[in-house]
Structure formats: C-alpha cells, structure tokens
C-alpha cells in the first residue's frame, strides 16, 4: 500500500469534479489537478485538497505532478489526446494509471502495454466508470454462465444527459467508422451497420450498433473472439444517424465539428443531482457458442455518472491499497463480475436461454 495520494486530473470537468468530491468524502488523500490554474485551484479549494497544474504536453510538469502521487485517475477526455502522455510517464515512475475512457482505441491501445505495465509493477486500468464496468461485469457474467462462447453481443439503455467532457468526446468520433471484434481481430464497419430489438426489462428498444470500449475490453475479459456493441436509439436518432454520414461525404467532417463543438460550448453541462440520483442504466448481453447456444441477461444499475465516480474513485482506492493485479486491467477481469454488485440498486436477471 502507498501513502502517496491519488491525483485526480481534470477535476474541474463535469466527471472529474464528481470523483474529487466523492474521494474527499471517503477521506482518501487526494490532489486536484488540471491544465487551466484558476479552475484548477478553485476546485481544490472548494474541496480542501491540494492541486498540481500541468498539461500533458509539458512533460517536466507532468512528471513533477505524477512525483507527488501513487494514482492518477484521469478524467480529462478526449482521452485519444491525454492518455499515451500520461502513461508514458506512469510506466516510468511506476504511478498506477486509470481513466474514465469509453473510447475504443484507447483501450486498445493499453492494452498493447501490458507486458511494459507488468515489469514497471504498474496497473493500466482504462474504462473505470460507466464506460465500461457494468457491461464489462455482463461479460463476465455470460462468460460464466456459457464459458464456450464464440460470439457476444452488448448494449445499453441509459437515462439523463450529457456532460461536456462527453459530447466533446463525441463531436471528436464525428466522422469515424464504427467498429466490432471478428475472429479476434477489430474491424471496422459503417456506424448504425446492424439494428436490433433488445428486451430492457420490461420494455423493447431498438438499438444500433456502435464502437463502444467492450470491443475492446470485453475481448480481454472474456476471450470471446467476436464482440458487437449497440446503444439504443430513437427512429429519429436512426435517421440523424444515416443523414450525418451521408453529410461526411459531401461537406467534410470538418465543418461538422465546427457546428457541433460551438453547440456543445453553449448548450451542454451535465445533468444535475436530481437527474442524476431518478435516473437508470439498463445493460443487455447475450452469449452464444458454437453450437447455437445461447444465455441471455440484463443489468441494471444506477445512473451513469454516479456510477462513474462511484467505481472509479473505488478503483483507484484500490490501485493505491496494492489491491489490483499489476499490467493491464479491466474492471471485471480484475475483480470478477459481481465487482458491480456492490453498488444499490444493481442486480442481474437471467433472460431466456436457448440451445440447438
């Protein structure tokens, strides 16, 4: 166990600020951290902790701020941009790395470290809040139940809003394919390529595909060498979908972020307490072998912000008290699916199973 504290950067965002008040409240030694000082120092002052100011494209400062620390969380997105620095630098210093990502070649990405992470003693856990822990458990989860499968299939359906550290992420994917697990092996395909029905709960939606972090995360949870992932979706969402792309092809993506990003400044916060604390998230997974077989599940589990500061200050704790394999981690695959059961209102329920 280290008694260096747990830097959380990008404290002043909309997830970050959530994990640094929840940390303070467990009374875990923190520090705030962020590359714009005033908010920086306005958080840490508003929660008591102290605060590093750093870019990650400065490297002496952000190895100054990584000297003081035994964890980073970082929260700061898009995290194709923060990430590789700051793990760089991890692996380095042996400093236990995780993130709140859902973006899929980050993942990936770490992934690909692991050996590097082992022999530094470091963890490298991506994904440690909504993105991916609860889908990322049902993975596990139908792993158990069906331990010979060759194909997995995830979605969710979740209430509330955006942050803007989320919408940023996604007026940064505009324009990018969408992307499954075939054989093993990542590949792309168009956004919205397959549509299904899927039972959440009571209740029926349409969802459609979309490249969601469990093709990366739940590969190496699980080693089902076929994942799709899907989110659901209104009719007119659908359209929106379809139309955007054709607009790729004839306006460019460029002037699409441009609209989007001005959109996302002016308009988006986050959802506030009493959303977050009435709303839900509902996971789906089904598994399936070789021979036709099929298990089937939901999850559901509290609203994804709470989730995420939830779960992500509680592995980091976990990171800094030696808890956590060192290499490259997912939430499940180091905990084991009931990992997400520890939070209220989460449970598991068993859907029809068939065999061939």
Request: charged letters at 20%; glycine letters at 8%; hydrophobic letters at 40%.
């Amino acid at each position: 166990m280290s008694t260096k504290p747990i830097l959380i950067y990008g404290a002043y965002g909309y997830s970050g600020r959530l994990a640094l008040e929840h940390a303070v409240s467990l009374g875990l030694d923190v520090i705030a951290g962020g590359r714009d000082q005033a908010q920086t120092r306005e958080v840490a002052q508003t929660f008591g902790t102290p605060f590093q100011v750093f870019s990650v494209d400065d490297r002496a400062a952000l190895r100054h701020a990584l000297e003081q620390c035994s964890v980073i969380l970082n929260c700061a997105g898009p995290f194709v941009y923060t990430a590789e620095p700051i793990v760089r630098e991890c692996l380095d210093l042996g400093v236990h790395y995780l993130d709140i990502t859902g973006e899929l070649e980050v993942i990936e990405s770490l992934a690909q470290k692991d050996e590097s992470a082992k022999k530094a003693g470091v963890t490298l856990l991506p994904a440690a809040g909504f993105d991916v822990v609860p889908t990322d458990c049902m993975a596990a989860y139908l792993k158990q139940k069906l331990p010979d499968a060759t194909h997995l299939d995830l979605a969710f359906h979740a209430s509330g809003g955006l942050s803007h550290g989320t919408a940023q992420t996604m007026v940064e994917s505009l324009g990018a394919p969408s992307a499954s697990r075939k054989d093993g092996k990542i590949v792309e395909e168009p956004l919205g390529a397959r549509t299904m029905d899927v039972p959440f709960g009571p209740k029926t939606r349409r969802v459609i595909s979309i490249p969601w972090g469990d093709v990366a995360s739940a590969y190496y949870t699980t080693g089902i060498p076929n994942v799709r992932t899907y989110t659901t979706v209104s009719p007119r969402a659908a359209a929106v979908v379809s139309k955007t792309q054709a607009l790729h092809g004839l306006l460019g993506v460029k002037p699409l972020r441009k609209v989007a990003k001005r959109l996302v400044n002016a308009r988006i916060t986050g959802p506030d307490s009493a959303t977050r604390e009435r709303g839900y998230a509902i996971v789906w997974g089904r598994a399936t072998n070789a021979q036709g077989t099929t298990v089937e599940a939901n999850l559901t589990t509290i609203e994804t912000y709470t989730l995420t500061y939830r779960t992500s200050v509680d592995l980091a704790r976990r990171a800094q008290a030696g808890e956590l394999p060192t290499g490259y981690q997912t939430p499940a695959g180091a905990l084991g699916a009931d990992y997400v059961l520890m939070l209220e209102n989460t449970a598991f329920q068993d859907l029809s199973s068939t065999s061939s």
